[in-house]
Each structure stands twice: as structure tokens, then as C-alpha cells.
């Protein structure tokens, strides 16, 4: 899964840790499993990198529309078909005619918002549900639902609505991920100790057992049946 992620965000391997960072302090924070974010992931990241949308955003995203779905597979297959028909293509890969000038028009008109560039340049998935985030409240329900079902598709307005609705979710996710540098070392490092610690209480029992109750026979048969169990 890693590697396919790594590939999918054209990363190299020496992020992997950081990748790895990411995902555990979103999962430490946020309610969405580490395999849930990896394989939402292992899922999306060839297609939402081609937009120009981050690894940290894709977390984001994934998260949000998790927060209320719990359900990676349907939230990732949403935001793939999502990310598609912004472009103008279907679940196939081939043009939908007429849809991205429609598209264009409709958030424009409806949303002021301009899902290209100045440049003609298509903008990052990201960058354009962001902006449909901030205005989403101020749309009439008709309005919405038609802007909605026109850029993820009947079947998949579901996931829109999800992730728009849990933006703080979103937001939360892409600053967790950002700011996540070692956080799976510290963890480690605490899990590590923990079994260190425990194991020297076992050791230390074990020599206050032998001292006080038991012949030294029985002590070192004791302990080499604790050995083969472990």
C-alpha cells in the first residue's frame, strides 16, 4: 500500500516514514483508523495527485467524508468520480460532452466560483471543494443539490455532501498531517518502553519468587517454560 501511495504522489522512498507519520497522528486525532486513511490512500492517490491536490489534502478529504460515512471504499470511489467529472470524464475515462463547460457556468453562476485558473488551467479538487465549502450554506437547498449531483454524480453526491459537511474534520485532518513529523518514533518509542518496563516487573518478580518460596529446580524449570511460551 505504501509504495502504491509513494508512486501515486510521484514521492520518493526516503518519505515513506513521513508518510507513515502522517497517517498515524490523523488517526491519533481524528476519528478514522490508520488502514482506513491507507487505504483510502492506496485508493485515490493516482488520481487526486494528477489534480494537483497534496497528499495532506487527499488525507483531509478522506477523513471528512469517513467522519460521516464510515465507509473508505464508497468515500474514495466519491471522490475519484468526483475529481473526474470536475474534469469532465466518466467513471471510463472518456469525455462527457458538454459537461465541463456546463460545470464551469454553473459554479460560476450559482457559487461564484471559478474552478479554473487564470491561466484555462483546471484547479485542484481540493482548492475547488474548499471554496465550495466556505459557501456552501448561503445556497438554497435546489441550488445546492443541482451544483452537488452536476460535479459528483447522482450516485456519488453522497461523498460531496459528507466531506463539505465535516470540513472542520477536513481542515483538522491536513494540519494534523502537516504538522505530524515523528510522531510515529514517539509512539513507538513509548510502546517500546512500555514492554521494557513490564518485562523488567516480570524479571523482578521472578527473582523475588525464587528467593522466597520456591527451590532453585523448580524456579529454573519456571522459567524455561515461560521461555518456550514466549
Do not use: C
Not at 88 to 101: H, M, Q
Amino acid at each position: 500500500e505504501l509504495i502504491a501511495v509513494m508512486k501515486g504522489f510521484d514521492l520518493a522512498v526516503g518519505d515513506s516514514l513521513a508518510i507513515v507519520d502522517m497517517i498515524n497522528n490523523v488517526s491519533n486525532n481524528l476519528p478514522v483508523s490508520f488502514g482506513a486513511i491507507s487505504e483510502g490512500l492506496t485508493r485515490v492517490s493516482g488520481t487526486l495527485s494528477q489534480s494537483g491536490t497534496s497528499i495532506q489534502e487527499t488525507i483531509g478529504l478522506l477523513t471528512g467524508g469517513f467522519a460521516s460515512l464510515r465507509n473508505i471504499e464508497k468515500v474514495s470511489s466519491g471522490l475519484i468520480i468526483l475529481n473526474q467529472r470536475l474534469r469532465g470524464i466518466s467513471e471510463t475515462g472518456d469525455e462527457i460532452e458538454g459537461l465541463a463547460p456546463k460545470l464551469q457556468s454553473a459554479f460560476k453562476e450559482i457559487a461564484g466560483i471559478d474552478i479554473a485558473d487564470a491561466n484555462g488551467e483546471l484547479r485542484s479538487t481540493y482548492d475547488i471543494v474548499a471554496d465550495l465549502a466556505k459557501v456552501s450554506d448561503t445556497l438554497g437547498s435546489k441550488e445546492r443539490q443541482y451544483l452537488f449531483e452536476l460535479a459528483a454524480g447522482n450516485r456519488q453526491v453522497s461523498v460531496l455532501n459528507a466531506v463539505v459537511n465535516s470540513w472542520d474534520s477536513v481542515s483538522l485532518a491536513i494540519d494534523k498531517a502537516t504538522n505530524s513529523t515523528g510522531s510515529a518514533m514517539r509512539e513507538n518509542e513509548k510502546f517500546l518502553d512500555s514492554i521494557q518496563g513490564k518485562t523488567n516487573h516480570l524479571a523482578s518478580s521472578f527473582q523475588m519468587l525464587a528467593s522466597n518460596t520456591i527451590e532453585s529446580g523448580a524456579i529454573k524449570r519456571l522459567i524455561d517454560f515461560a521461555t518456550a511460551l514466549v
